[in-house]
């Protein structure tokens, strides 16, 4: 056996040395009479630890290539060459060649810590479950009997939970439009989906804030996007640097999320949202305005949302109930021209067949009754109370000495550390201390950051969560 392992390769050596192998048993140079090298033959001949064969070995029998003699050695899979042929699929390939992205490892590995209960989540980006309105929804479902039809919903979703939205949107956000310029998604999250698929082609320049909830998302980079970046300070984006942006790049979409803006709480001042409306009709770019928080401003004072001010037809609107009533009822909604809608609505049809009806039906009830002005007042003054708590144990544990930005609404709070720390090795820290945060550079460019999450924290947890995030800081003074 002939290899040589290439040691500027990103993929691990001892993929290197299963492929290897594989390619000589599907050419038949290796014969399954002959068993292969022992590990510590291989090892020495290749120049490399014997634990790199072993990794190899384990990945070829993990196929279905080959098998372990106890005391005998790796022979080749004779199963292989039967008279059926078969063969088990290398799924570890199909898995890594796919084209559509995973979650980063540090995501996913957050996602899957905080599933331990002994974990203060402060990383999550939901409401904790006391401020789900669970009672409400035990009430609807008591009292008002569904019958509905069971069979398909219309592509765009259902009619009723349609006009609805269109009461609440103009009750609420001062938007006009009718149920024919609104689908259905599940949560904001297939409504980006949807309209990168749909909307755009791989090698198209896209325009996010950074930091962004939208940078963490690998969707623009599996659509073979180009993604540019635009500075969020406390008033949001500065239109000056689309301009720039567009001067050097052509922008084809624009994607912003003006109120309590995921992760600074940034609200964009209503002179910058006029500004941008006014390049967006100039240059013909347009905006993706994604509005999961605006009604849980502390004020009480919502909008005006770029939707809402938009003459042109330019800003295509997402929101959802995820962040604002339960994030398990995978109810969200874009709001665009009716062209866009239909055929962002025929995607979805090819993807599930629509919404299921039983989520659309209680959101329906609940959307439309008295108690879901009631439970906004009540999330709102519980958010602010979480808010204050948590900022002032921040300032507890670190002397006054906290740069933080004050929210005024939403559901996180953006913390800079005093002092340059590693912010991944500190969160394996936290973690060991029982607390999950998200490092802000999962977000975006830069480092020194954290986003943690009031709205996922209980009371009782969120000042012991910042004191065992405060031990962790500590331990890298």
């Not at 950074?210 to 635009?230: D, K």
Request: hydrophobic share 35%; glycine share 8%; with cysteine.
């Amino acid at each position: 056996m002939e290899f040589t392992p290439d040691s500027s390769s990103r993929k691990p050596i001892y993929k290197q040395i299963a492929e290897f192998i594989e390619q000589g048993i599907s050419s038949g140079e290796l014969s399954p009479d002959v068993p292969l090298p022992s590990e510590r033959t291989l090892a020495k001949k290749i120049n490399v630890n014997r634990s790199t064969i072993v990794a190899a070995y384990d990945e070829l029998q993990s196929i279905g290539l080959v098998v372990r003699k106890k005391g005998s050695g790796t022979y080749i899979n004779t199963d292989i060459w039967g008279i059926s042929h078969k063969r088990v699929p290398n799924w570890g390939r199909y898995v890594e060649d796919g084209s559509f992205l995973p979650n980063l490892p540090l995501v996913q590995k957050i996602r899957t810590e905080t599933q331990k209960n002994e974990r203060i989540n402060l990383a999550s980006g939901e409401l904790a479950s006391d401020l789900f309105p669970a009672d409400q929804f035990r009430s609807i479902l008591a009292k008002h009997p569904f019958n509905g039809h069971l069979g398909y919903d219309h592509p765009q979703g259902n009619e009723l939970l349609r006009e609805t939205i269109c009461h609440h949107v103009e009750d609420y956000k001062n938007i006009c439009i009718s149920p024919d310029s609104i689908l259905i998604t599940s949560g904001a999250q297939q409504a980006l989906h949807l309209i990168v698929q749909c909307l755009l082609k791989p090698g198209d320049t896209v325009a996010i804030e950074n930091p962004s909830y939208a940078y963490s998302l690998p969707i623009f980079q599996s659509a073979g996007l180009r993604i540019l970046l635009l500075p969020v300070d406390k008033y949001g984006v500065n239109p000056d640097d689309i301009i720039e942006l567009q001067k050097k790049h052509r922008i084809r979409m624009l994607f912003l999320n003006p109120d309590h803006q995921n992760p600074t709480g940034a609200k964009m001042s209503v002179s910058r949202r006029k500004r941008i409306l006014d390049i967006s009709s100039e240059y013909g770019i347009p905006i993706i305005e994604d509005d999961p928080y605006s009604l849980t401003s502390f004020d009480g004072k919502i909008g005006p949302c770029l939707k809402s001010m938009d003459d042109s037809g330019n800003v295509v609107y997402i929101s959802s109930l995820s962040k604002i009533v339960a994030s398990g009822l995978r109810i969200g909604w874009i709001i665009g021209p009716q062209k866009v809608i239909e055929r962002l609505a025929d995607a979805k049809q090819q993807v599930d067949f629509g919404h299921s009806v039983f989520p659309q039906w209680v959101a329906n009830e609940f959307l439309g009754s008295p108690q879901f002005g009631k439970h906004i007042l009540m999330l709102r003054k519980h958010l602010q109370e979480r808010r204050d708590l948590m900022i002032s144990s921040l300032l507890k544990v670190s002397n006054n000495e906290t740069d933080v930005f004050v929210p005024e609404g939403g559901i996180h709070l953006w913390y800079k550390l005093n002092e340059p720390v590693d912010e991944y090795r500190l969160l394996d820290e936290a973690m060991k201390k029982g607390v999950a945060f998200v490092p802000g550079s999962i977000f975006g460019s830069e480092k020194g950051y954290i986003r943690f999450s009031y709205g996922r924290g209980q009371k009782h947890s969120i000042e012991e969560g910042i004191s065992r995030f405060a031990s962790a800081l500590k331990s890298f003074a």
